[in-house]
């Protein structure tokens, strides 16, 4: 069964900078990508980025180039979320997910694992 955990939320100010972890267990995730979604309240869960497992391709929601890079270390099974300047529009629960199927990256469909997610929140 495969578990995602993530970590490394909490609140900081606008302009500062988080690191979000997603560490993976019980799958071999080289045929798999990495995607990280946000949700505020009341919104709908948004695509942030993802990036693919073996080869490090990476894609981002437009409205996050520049600010977040994804990366991995395939060594430790863990995803990670670099977010700079941070906006208090950026508050929301990140969410990591293992895509599990053919498709579009930005698309919630295309993922089979969710992990339980992580507060961000960003004061103004």
């Known amino acids: 069964q495969v578990q995602l955990v993530e970590s490394g939320g909490g609140l900081v100010q606008a302009g500062g900078s988080l690191r979000l972890s997603c560490a993976a267990s019980?799958?071999?995730?080289?045929?798999?990508?990495i995607g990280w979604f946000r949700q505020a309240p009341g919104q709908e869960r948004d695509f942030v980025a993802a990036i693919s497992w073996s080869m490090g391709k990476t894609y981002y929601a437009d409205s996050m180039k520049g600010r977040f890079t994804i990366s991995r270390d395939t060594d430790k099974n863990t995803g990670y979320l670099q977010m700079n300047s941070l906006k208090p529009e950026d508050t929301a629960v990140y969410y990591c997910a293992l895509k599990t199927v053919w498709g579009d990256s930005s698309d919630p469909k295309s993922y089979g694992y969710w992990g339980q997610g992580t507060q961000v929140t960003v004061s103004s």
């Open positions: 019980g799958s071999t995730l080289s045929d798999y990508a």
